[in-house]
């Protein structure tokens, strides 16, 4: 089936550093989504990016679609240890929504 | 308040036995979908329904069953569970006119087969 390619796939940080991972695709997506679970629960979509291009903000976190609309980014500035998680980016393709396999998030105290 | 609700959310069985998992949503959401969860291997989509009595494979949907009569509940049936169906998983809704048919998840069913 359709694959979302995520890295890192799991990421060991201090309290307080900046967090990038990305997200790419052999196909374009015309929608890109980002969304984290918290241990033990369901995932929450974080931002949406519609654009190609477009640069999305949400608090401390920072998406990018990117231009060929075949990648995004999202960048946490100053973790902290709420931030702890599974992050999953995902795309409509279709009626289906495609997630990537996550990157897992620790931070070191 | 606005939720998914899955039952059971643990569940210890054994090769064979037949079970069902619920799903039910008060949004009112069109959309709804199964996924299982496995180390590794991230979200995959097992079943989607678009509507009452309307439902379509994801990528993997081999040894599920799903049904979709009331526009609230989308149950997930494994007819002779097996061992490799061991997984978490998740049930969520949607507004597919939304422009980008935000998932709106449950709070997982963690299923062991033995």
């Known amino acids: 089936g359709q694959q979302l390619n995520q890295s890192p796939q799991s990421m060991f940080i201090q309290e307080g550093e900046d967090v990038s991972m990305n997200c790419t695709s052999s196909s374009i997506f015309n929608t890109w989504l980002w969304y984290k679970q918290d241990p033990g629960e369901g995932p929450v979509l974080l931002i949406a990016?519609?654009?190609?291009?477009e640069l999305t903000s949400n608090g401390r976190l920072t998406a990018q679609f990117g231009i060929t609309r075949k990648d995004s980014f999202l960048n946490i500035s100053a973790s902290i240890p709420s931030d702890v998680g599974i992050y999953f980016c995902a795309g409509p393709r279709d009626d289906k929504i495609i997630f990537g396999k996550g990157t897992r998030l620790h931070i070191l105290p | 308040e606005a939720q998914v609700t899955q039952n059971p959310r643990y569940l210890i069985t054994v090769t064979g036995k037949k079970l069902t998992v619920t799903c039910s949503q008060n949004?009112?959401?069109?959309?709804m979908s199964w996924y299982r969860q496995d180390p590794g291997l991230g979200l995959r989509q097992i079943y989607y329904s678009m509507n009452v009595e309307v439902t379509d494979k994801g990528d993997v949907p081999e040894g599920y069953k799903v049904s979709r009569k009331e526009k609230r509940n989308f149950p997930l049936i494994l007819e002779s569970p097996s061992p490799n169906q061991t997984s978490l998983y998740f049930c969520?809704?949607?507004?597919?006119?939304?422009?980008?048919?935000?998932?709106?998840f449950g709070p997982g069913t963690r299923l062991t087969v033995l």
């Open positions: 949004m009112n959401h069109e959309y």
């Open positions: 969520a809704s949607s507004d597919p006119t939304d422009s980008y048919n935000e998932q709106f």
């Open positions: 990016l519609y654009k190609a291009g």
